[in-house]
């Protein structure tokens, strides 16, 4: 039973998933207007960068047998999978959000490639960190920097979030997916490039 449960928790909290969550958060929360067609075309082209295209090539990789499972468990498994997602974040940024439109979502996508530079360095020294901890307090700091820069309250969000994150962690342990050194190193690669940016904006 418990198997199932943090097995559910890391497949649900996903790390592909964050970038939309972060996507959706802005525009749920943001007090500028921005015309709806526009908030569903941005909406689509993150569906289909940061979900489908690297769902599609982690199909081909596992095909050429260059990876055994979506969570690559190895760091071996991920330097082709975190180099092409760092091009895939590289476009979004230059593509998709501009810094004219939508300057927090086009600094948080920084982060994330910030986050991802970071997280193939460590692979390629043979490091791994906790990609589902990265993303989710990537996710977690990004919320705050909304709620503080347009000075709303989201404190359950907050909360909520704190709740993931431990149970991504437990989830994560539990399976023996990572050691608690690489969960804390996947916080800090996830949380400090998204720090970095809310402090430029103050």
Known sequence: MKDAIFKGISFVFHPLIMPLLGVLFYYSKTPRFIPMPVVKAKIFSIVILTILIPILLFFLLKTIRKVETIYLKSTQERIIPLFINSIITLLIIL???RPTEAM??????????ISNILCLILAIFKLKASIHMIAAS???????????????NINGTISLMLIILGGIASARLYLKAHTAKELVLGVAVGLLPQLFFLVFFL
Do not use: E, P
């Open 138 to 152: 990537g996710f977690f700091m990004f919320a705050l920097t909304v709620g503080i820069y347009f000075k709303i």
């Open 95 to 97: 593509r998709v959000m």
């Open 104 to 113: 927090l979502l086009y600094y948080f996508f920084y982060g994330i490639l």
